[in-house]
């Protein structure tokens, strides 16, 4: 059975640095997601991606977060200077067509990370 | 807006049935979802429901009343497996993000 692959799965890294999390989605998918959850907290949006642009995101999207789907399979997320409360774990998902019957995102297994 | 809202946690014993209630309020309808989430891994699909009433597949069951922006997950036979976050979570729009609740973490006991 297709399924979304996230790399890696768990990333530590300092305050200030970069980090890129990688997602392949389910191939024949349209939209992508970037979801994050906070340990014990509930799962929140990020940004959606289709047709190669962003569709939507969130609040917590700024100016520090990008995606990006730089060929045909990989679906990347980039925080370019990394805070303490980036500490979460992020969860890709994809969507065949989104509004038909039967729908539902597919979410990857999720990276977490850990920002010192 | 949106705002869903799950009890935050319940109890029950192995081989009996629970019901974990969600209650929506949305700007526009587009279905509702039931996840399951086991801790430290990701959400699994277990239920879609756009029309009112009983969905049914297999020992779990879902439920919407679309004109009281409610829906209900039932567990039946309960496993010690089913221990486990239910997440509940609805389309903001046609093609987009899904909200989440704040989850029901379900305890099993034997």
């Known amino acids: 059975e297709p399924e979304v692959t996230q790399t890696p799965s768990h990333q530590v890294t300092q305050m200030g640095q970069e980090v890129i999390l990688r997602c392949v989605p389910i191939s024949n998918h349209l939209y992508f997601y970037w979801y994050r959850q906070i340990l014990g907290q509930k799962v929140e949006f990020l940004v959606s991606f289709y047709n190669n642009e962003i569709s939507e995101k969130s609040e917590i999207f700024d100016d520090q977060f990008s995606v990006e789907r730089p060929d045909g399979s990989n679906f990347t997320l980039k925080i370019r200077s990394t805070k303490l409360e980036d500490s979460a774990m992020y969860f890709c998902?994809?969507?065949?067509?989104?509004?038909?019957?039967?729908?539902?995102?597919?979410f990857g297994p999720g990276t977490r990370l850990t920002v010192t | 807006g949106q705002n869903i809202d799950q009890p935050t946690e319940m109890t029950a014993t192995e081989g009996a049935i629970v019901q974990i209630n969600c209650t929506y309020q949305t700007s526009g309808f587009n279905g509702l979802f039931w996840y399951q989430q086991h801790a430290g891994e990701a959400p699994t699909f277990l239920s879609y429901n756009v029309l009112d009433g009983l969905e049914e597949k297999g020992r779990f069951s879902s439920f919407l009343s679309r004109s009281k922006g409610y829906s209900y997950l039932l567990l039946k036979e309960l496993q010690m497996k089913d221990s486990a976050s239910y997440l509940c979570?609805?389309?903001?729009?046609?093609?987009?993000?899904?909200?989440f609740g704040q989850g029901t973490e379900l305890s099993v006991k034997p």
């Open positions: 998902a994809s969507e065949p067509v989104p509004g038909t019957s039967g729908r539902e995102q597919y």
């Open positions: 979570a609805a389309p903001y729009n046609q093609g987009g993000k899904l909200i």
